[in-house]
């Protein structure tokens, strides 16, 4: 029973390139992120939709375009691969105004760029 | 602006012995949640404790708790009779304010050794 679940969880790609990353919750929960984590692990919040409405989108820039059909899934597909978009990038998902605002994480895609 | 801040990049214990990881935040919110996360090498997020900052009495989960202090800002976790599994890296995070995410530090690889 994998409460968020993301695919592919490895991705190897050529510059230039576009790919696309999928996520799924099955908690119920109505509010879903993309972080991305760089090669020194540092964790950085990339977007956030509430019942498929966009409510965070930080500074990305916008070859990164997220989706979400419904309020279980959250897609994110990147146009353009560069080198710099290597990294592991991760879902989560949480209720809003839930048991303290705890976000649950999925297992982590990571992309590689050659 | 929010920040998070570890100080300590890497940490080693003994088995069964006691480590404490510090963290320390900034925020003009007065209401607000702060998390630690365990991720081990199989890359999985995992939360380990979390806080509510208008509850005063310090979180606990098992063999882990935390060190609440509101007015200096400071989160800090106890693992108390560390076991081998405990190896990984460990992140404090805040959430707070308007927005739904989550605000990382940089993340403390605790080594626990035989």
Redesign the interface.
Known sequence: DTAVSQTPKYLVTQMGNDKSIKCEQNLGHD?M?W?KQDS??????MF?Y?NKEL??N?TVPNRFSPKSPDKAHLNLHINSLELGDSA?Y?C?S?L?GGY??????G??T?LLVL | AQTVTQSQPEMSVQEAETVTLSCTYDTSESNY?L?W?K?PP??????VI?Q?AYKQQNATENRFSVNFQKAAKSFSLKISDSQLGDTA?Y?CAF?GGA??????G??TLLAVQP
């Open positions: 509010t992120y972080y020194k692990k540092f964790l950085k919040i956030s509430n409510i965070i930080e592991v991760f989560a949480t809003a303290q605002e705890t976000q649950y994480f297992p982590g990571r | 949640y998390f996360y991720q199989s890359r999985q997020m995992i939360l979390r509510e890296m992140f959430k927005t739904n995410k989550l605000i990382f940089t993340g």
